[in-house]
């Protein structure tokens, strides 16, 4: 046990390193023409706000690492139903909330909190609560209330596209539903690639690096994000 304690302390020493390292790319975002879509539109128009949502969770790499973790161990459909549907029931209020009734957070900040999510399924994959400090939060509110964050974010984007007020409650509630479908199919190809991945020989050493790369991942998230709200963004 000392010598696991040791490695997962080693890991995480060498990972909070990565928040030096500069990001090229940025987090993502309602950007280009999608933006201007959404901005040009005065009225209730399902079908172009479905398809930005689903498109945004396909490509929201930020939303997919969270959600491969979330699953990365699971192998019985009533607990992934379980958990997928509490990270849906957290998405989907703060994006109604923020997107409709103007709850806002500081973009940075919020976008930083989903880096670390993304850190906290990772290590949480690693037993590293109870490695650590021999004891774990309870994995149902950790997914729930990381899904509020998730929904903050994408509602906190939205919000600075200025959208028309004119079908608005309409278009936040087909982009969510977007959202939610998206998440459905990359959640299919998620579980597929788990399936096959498992019937490898090596799949737990594996399973190892996997949440040791979920983790750098998410903080190389957070490290741009705090550089981000710190010295901001080039326009």
């Known amino acids: 046990m000392p010598r696991v304690r040791l490695r997962l302390i080693s890991v995480l020493a060498m990972l909070a390193g990565l928040l030096l390292v500069p990001v090229l790319a940025d987090a993502h975002g309602v950007t280009g023409a999608d933006a201007r879509l959404l901005r040009s539109v005065d009225g209730p128009a399902v079908v172009p706000f479905m398809y930005l949502g689903a498109k945004h969770m396909v490509t929201g790499y930020d939303h997919l690492l969270f959600l491969a973790g979330v699953v990365f161990f699971l192998r019985y459909p009533r607990d992934i139903v379980l958990f997928v549907s509490l990270f849906t029931a957290g998405h989907s209020l703060t994006l109604l909330l923020g997107a409709l009734g103007g709850l806002r957070a500081n973009p940075y900040a919020i976008d930083a909190v989903i880096g670390l999510s993304v850190v906290y399924k ?93 983790m750098s991942a998410g903080f190389l998230l957070m490290g741009y994000q705090i550089a981000g709200f710190f010295l901001g963004r080039p326009s």
């Not at 964050?149 to 982009?175: C, E, M």
């Not at 959202?179 to 597929?192: D, P, Y």
């Not at 019937?199 to 790369?213: G, I, L, P, T």
């Open 122 to 214: 990772g290590f949480e994959n690693l037993g590293g609560f109870k490695t650590v400090f021999g004891a774990q939060p309870d994995p149902r509110w950790a997914v729930f209330t990381f899904g509020l964050v998730h929904g903050l974010g994408l509602a906190t984007r939205l919000q600075d596209l200025a959208l028309s007020r004119r079908g608005l409650a309409t278009n936040i509630v087909s982009f969510n539903i977007g959202v939610e479908s998206g998440q459905l199919l990359a959640l299919v190809g998620v579980l597929i690639g788990l399936a096959w991945w498992r019937r490898h020989r090596r799949y737990a050493s594996h399973a190892f690096a996997a949440n040791v790369m979920l």
